[in-house]
Structure formats: structure tokens, C-alpha cells
């Protein structure tokens, strides 16, 4: 761990296809967590930052754009917590 204590992580989904009940949800997103790991290590607080570009086709509904901001996302805060092992 490097002395600062940050630690970032990127997940990209390429292609998404989601079918519920006919509705379909389509498209791609990239997320980033970066933050600062508690010394001990049992906390890991983010920001967690999502790019998505997604559109809904509902039956019978104009396709909707459901995309964040290109150039910020959407930001929130986030805490994770190690869980001891049992």
C-alpha cells in the first residue's frame, strides 16, 4: 500500500443488454471508486463516480436516454467496511 493510502479502481462495462419483461435496458458505463484505506485497512471511503450511456425501449414508448454527464458523471459518497472473517 502505497504511502498515501489511495487506492482507485475502475470497472468498465463494455456492453450491457438487460430485459425486464420486454422493457429493454442497453448500453455501457465506466465507474470509478477512488478514496483514501483507513490505516488499519477496515475502511475504504470513496467518491464514487459513474459515466453511463444508456438508453430504455419500453413497448409502445419513444427509446429514452437514460446517459450521466459526459464530463462529470454522477459523484456520491461511499463507504466500504471489511467484515471480519469468521
Not at 458505463?29 to 488499519?40: L, N, V
Not at 477496515?42 to 429514452?64: D, E, K, L, M, N
Amino acid at each position: 500500500m502505497p504511502q498515501s493510502r489511495q487506492l482507485t479502481v475502475n470497472i468498465t462495462l463494455d456492453h450491457v443488454h438487460i430485459d425486464m419483461a420486454g422493457t429493454i435496458l442497453e448500453g455501457n458505463s465506466t465507474d470509478i471508486f477512488a478514496g483514501a484505506i483507513q490505516p488499519d485497512e477496515s475502511v475504504w471511503q470513496v467518491q464514487w463516480t459513474a459515466f453511463s450511456h444508456y438508453t430504455i425501449q419500453a413497448p409502445g414508448r419513444p427509446t429514452q436516454e437514460l446517459s450521466t454527464d459526459e464530463t462529470y458523471g454522477e459523484t456520491k459518497a461511499l463507504t466500504f467496511q471489511k467484515v471480519p472473517e469468521e
